[in-house]
């Protein structure tokens, strides 16, 4: 089965992505006709998306900007080869983290992280530090600052292939199906390399897990 | 009294942590400024092969109708080049047209053959003149008649700078040599040979004259010529020096002198 299908299914089974394909779609048209400023409407709309894989997969605010900013202008570069049989967004996905693992490899000796704040205005990440600590203030600010670093260790521990699949699956919520499609690669792979990562995560952030 | 139960975090709350990692506002001001600033360097500096890729992509979008109408302009290019052969290029009227005649003599097969108003100007004029009847030129260029009778009369060929200097040489040539420029318009050396008028044969017996050969005759008695005197003191030398030879070793005999020879 080859990989359109696949998306085809994935897509099939989940209406939301189909309209929000089929809008990205009309979109894309339009920037193929020469409307070069409806690209700007793709960029506003997957952005924090693209900027967050690329992210979480190098830990760097900076490579993440322009890792992100590249894979936006290759596929404007390149726009006028989609040729809608896959979505947009699978389509630049598979753009950002082709890069990103590029830039990966290029660079594996040389890793700086710089880590952006955790906004605890979100309620799922105030929820879960509340359940970690009790501290308030100060003390509370440096252990959720200790908890980053942590995480972003265990993550950097894993290879790159098992941190791109912890990202799209635990971070940015895609499907198995849909990550088999960004990575090229079998929906088998795909859950074993999740089921692998999970392991080493957990062995590494067990301090912090509460039996 | 109980205390309210903390939830138990797992791995994936934990993982969850991190989609709250989110830059600041300015973040993406800086981000917008840059993308754009980038995606305009990409539309200025776009390479020459990208409006060739484009056109690949149109013909792989419309691969089937593009493919069936070259298909079929090609059937029809075949079509028309099998229908109407090109005009075969004798070689035999290149080389009388190349060469135009200036005489009234009976002209090679193929210019009595082709109509006056499909050769050039000289050679037209030379038709119109010397009309020549078919028998004579049968006879005449019988080497020639290679040609078919019928053969359609060829294109003139396009004027280019080398056949302009070829024809300017060749009237240069007629200018200066005219005889030997009819060479180049027979076939075979013993028709030029026949044509070419020759200079009367002169023989050195006829051209001599009685009266001079006389007087040399008498001359050459008379006078010692510069032959015989050269001869006539070779002659006396030697038998000078036989003589010396003789009254030395007469000497020698006498036994004044010994063993003195020249």
């Known amino acids: 089965m080859n990989a359109s299908k696949t998306l085809e299914k994935t897509l099939v089974a989940s209406p939301e992505r189909k309209l929000e394909a089929d809008a990205d779609l009309a979109v ?8 070069v400023a409806a690209f700007d409407r793709l960029i506003s709309k997957y952005r924090e998306r693209v900027v967050g894989i690329v992210y979480n997969m190098t830990s760097n ?14 596929a404007f570069q390149s726009i006028h080869r989609f040729q809608g049989q896959a979505s947009f967004f699978t389509w630049l996905y598979r753009i950002a983290i082709n890069s990103t693992l590029s830039h990966l490899r290029k660079n594996r000796l040389r890793a700086f992280f710089s880590l952006e704040a955790i906004r605890e205005d979100d309620p799922v990440s105030k929820e879960v530090v509340d359940a970690l600590t009790d501290r308030t203030g100060v003390g509370r600010d440096a252990f959720v600052r200790e908890l980053q670093e942590k995480l972003n260790d265990a993550m950097q521990k894993l290879s790159i292939n098992h941190r791109t699949v912890v990202t799209l699956f635990e971070i940015d919520g895609l499907s198995h199906q849909e990550i088999a499609e960004v990575m090229s690669c079998s929906v088998g792979t795909v859950r074993s390399r999740l089921h692998y990562a999970k392991q080493l995560l957990q062995a590494e952030l067990q301090p912090y897990l509460p039996k | 009294m109980n205390l309210p139960e903390k939830p138990k975090v797992t791995l994936e709350d934990l993982l969850r942590l991190k989609r ?31 409006s060739l890729s484009r056109g690949f992509a149109f013909l792989g979008r419309h691969q089937l109708p593009i493919g069936a109408a070259a298909a079929l302009a090609l059937a029809w290019v075949g079509v028309q080049y099998v229908a109407v052969p090109a005009a075969p290029q004798h070689p035999l009227r290149v080389a009388a047209r190349a060469v135009p005649t200036r005489t009234a003599r009976p002209a090679p097969a193929a210019l009595a053959v082709a109509k006056p108003s499909e050769l050039p100007v000289e050679e037209a004029s030379v038709a119109r003149v010397a009309p020549a009847p078919k028998a004579i030129v049968a006879a005449t260029a019988s080497h020639l008649v290679s040609a078919p009778a019928d053969l359609p009369a060829a294109a003139p060929a396009p004027r280019s700078p080398f056949s302009d200097g070829i024809a300017v040489t060749l009237a240069d040539y007629r200018t200066s040599a005219p ?13 030029f040979e026949m044509s070419a008028p020759r200079p009367p044969v002169a023989d050195p017996l006829a051209q001599m004259d009685p009266a001079q050969e006389r007087r040399s005759r008498l001359l050459d008695s008379g006078l010692p010529s510069s032959r015989t005197l050269v001869s006539d003191w070779i002659r006396t030398r030697a038998s000078s020096d036989d003589r010396m030879y003789e009254s030395m070793d007469h000497a020698s005999s006498d036994h004044l002198l010994t063993g003195i020879r020249f």
């Open chain 1, 28 to 35: 894309v048209r339009r920037v193929q006709a020469g409307d």
């Open chain 1, 61 to 74: 605010r900076e490579d993440a900007a322009d890792l992100a900013q590249d894979a936006f202008i290759k």
């Open chain 2, 20 to 50: 709250a990692e989110r830059p600041a506002a300015d973040f993406w001001v800086k981000f917008d400024a840059e993308i754009r600033a980038k995606q305009l360097s990409a539309i200025m500096s776009r390479p020459w092969w990208h």
């Open chain 2, 179 to 191: 005889v030997n420029a009819r060479a180049a318009s027979f076939g075979t050396d013993s028709e």
